[in-house]
């Protein structure tokens, strides 16, 4: 079964930096774009940032200061985010466009999201 596998996250001081991973498991057979996104209690959830084949994407909250990559042979997306703040404390949510097999059309897939908090 084809799943999102999140990795990093945790209690982060401010100014710090951040690493996420994220791996689409369990042998797809194709990734598609792939994204972060972020949610805080009582607030929308937002693109934190997306990669395809074609380029990045970053939110405006995270521009300037944070960097999106990819291994694509291994379909393993990687998130760092310096001089971290208080309002990105949040939970963190992969999302990736997946297809499964060459017969069905993609699927869109979602983490569990990992917490951060950043706090001192």
């Known amino acids: 079964q084809v799943h999102l596998v999140e990795s990093g996250g945790g209690l982060v001081q401010p100014g710090g930096m951040l690493a996420l991973s994220c791996e689409a498991s369990g042998n797809p057979w194709s990734v598609g774009p792939m994204a972060w996104y972020r949610q805080a209690p009582d607030k929308q959830r937002e693109l934190v940032a997306r990669?395809?084949?074609?380029?990045?994407t970053y939110g405006d909250a995270v521009k300037g200061r944070s960097t999106i990559s990819r291994v694509f042979t291994e379909n393993i997306m990687h998130l760092q985010i310096d001089n971290l703040k208080a309002d990105d404390t949040a939970t963190y949510i992969c999302?990736?466009?997946?297809?499964?097999?060459?017969?069905?059309?993609?699927?869109?897939?979602w983490g569990q999201g990992t917490q951060v908090t950043v706090s001192s």
């Open positions: 999302n990736a466009v997946v297809w499964t097999n060459e017969r069905l059309p993609p699927t869109n897939f």
């Open positions: 990669i395809t084949k074609d380029g990045t």
